[in-house]
């Protein structure tokens, strides 16, 4: 690739996000622009409209399920703690 700098950092590196599914310029302005002329109603059916729930990989949803163990283990010592000083 002649007449481009890379750094070694990112010489080999991937993209992060796939250059097709950039945004076409100027749709996030017209979106915008067109929610702003929304009735209430309008906008509130717009915006309440569900979102799916993410494709997780096997290690994203075992840390998950980690982070909730650990966040029920900290509660239950807070609370142990918390108890044990009123005596």
């Known amino acids: 690739m002649r007449g ?3 750094s070694p950092e990112t010489a080999g590196a ?4 796939d ?8 749709a996030a302005e017209e979106e915008e622009e067109l929610i702003m002329h929304l009735e209430r109603d309008q906008f509130v059916a717009e915006t309440s409209r569900p ?9 994203a949803r075992i840390a ?4 909730r163990v650990f ?3 900290v509660s239950l010592m807070v609370i142990y703690t918390f108890i044990d000083t009123l005596h």
């Open 4 to 6: 481009s700098v890379r």
């Open 14 to 17: 991937r993209p992060l996000v």
């Open 19 to 26: 250059p097709s599914l950039a945004p076409v310029e100027g």
């Open 51 to 59: 979102v799916p729930r993410a494709r997780l990989t096997r290690g």
């Open 64 to 67: 998950l399920w980690g982070l």
């Open 71 to 73: 966040a029920v283990v």
